[in-house]
């Protein structure tokens, strides 16, 4: 193998940087050229493309967002697009892509190989962990860590004013980061797509808290559940003190991605060259027990990821 691309596609997730930086110097170590592809499929399809070597790379690991830039690309589900794209990437003597990014993306990628035969090998790259079998994408650590700092915060001014709080999240269609920054923050309650919403025992167990004399109230909530403004509605009138929302939105994407997405990262990319190398593509580098493993894209793209119900029974066992 002579030559490989890389491109960062979707929704852009701290680490990503990170893995750009192991592939690229992987590939180098390895007699691979890499060719950059920024803004995603979109810039696939204008060909914007950047010769990158081992020290183009330099010094990004630690950086925000993705020095590839990013993009969501509605026109890549049309199969003559996607041609348009194979036949670029041929042109350019590229024999095998990694695409880091979410469901879209690696959807992408997976018909790339199916119906062009283009080498693909996806690395997972969302801050919403909702990538079936891995356990980890890179990114969700650091959102993580950026929510509960967020809410910790929010817990001071709470406590001062003796208000509750509804703090949206993100996650698209998935309870993931609402459950795990509800249970290390102990927040009053999650509102979490995964499970049917009782305004009503959900009001009463915010009373209850405040008899108890607990003098803040957190209530997290996953934007694919309701909005902040919904819940504040049900719950206003119920606990009859003072709510305020915040949704923290695009932030969450953003800042110095942390030590283990930085890790993850690394190893991610290190091990998509080194499956393409072997002529292993048309697979997502997983994360299962501590291993990075390849995992067949048409397998985790027919399963939705489901939330571990374990985080949420202790998330309520212990607030
Ligand atoms: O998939 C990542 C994500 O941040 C979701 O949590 C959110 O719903 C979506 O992307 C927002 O997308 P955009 O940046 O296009 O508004």
Known sequence: MKKIAVMT???DAPGMNAAIRAVVRY?????????????????????????????????????GGTILRSSRCPEFVRKE????????????????????????????????????????????????????????SIGVDTCLNTVVDAIQKL?????SHERAFIVEVMGRSSGYIATVAGLVTGAEAIVIPEIP?????????ILKERERGKI???????????????????LEHRIGYETRITILGHIQRGGSPTAFDRLLASRMGVAAVEF???????????????????VKLDEVLKQKKSLNMELVELTALLS
């Open 9 to 11: 596609s979707g929704g």
């Open 27 to 63: 590939a180098v170590r390895n007699d691979i050229q890499v060719l950059g592809i920024q803004r995603g499929y979109a810039g696939l399809l204008d060909e914007d493309f950047i010769e990158m070597d081992f020290s183009s790379v330099g010094g990004i690991m630690e950086k």
């Open 81 to 136: 697009t996607r041609q348009e794209a194979a036949k670029i990437l041929a042109k350019h003597g590229v024999e095998g892509l990694i695409v880091i990014g979410g469901e879209g993306s690696l959807h992408g990628a997976m018909f790339l190989e199916e119906e062009q035969k283009v080498p693909v090998v996806g690395i997972p790259g969302t801050i919403d962990n909702d990538i079936a079998m891995t356990d980890m």
């Open 155 to 159: 817990k001071d001014t709470a406590s």
């Open 197 to 205: 919403v009782n305004y009503e025992a959900l009001g009463n167990k």
């Open 216 to 234: 803040n109230c957190i209530v997290v909530v996953a934007e694919g559940a309701a909005s902040a403004y919904t819940v504040a509605r049900h």
């Open 276 to 294: 393409l190398k072997r002529g292993n593509s048309y697979v997502m580098t997983a994360l299962q027990g501590g291993k990075i493993v390849p």
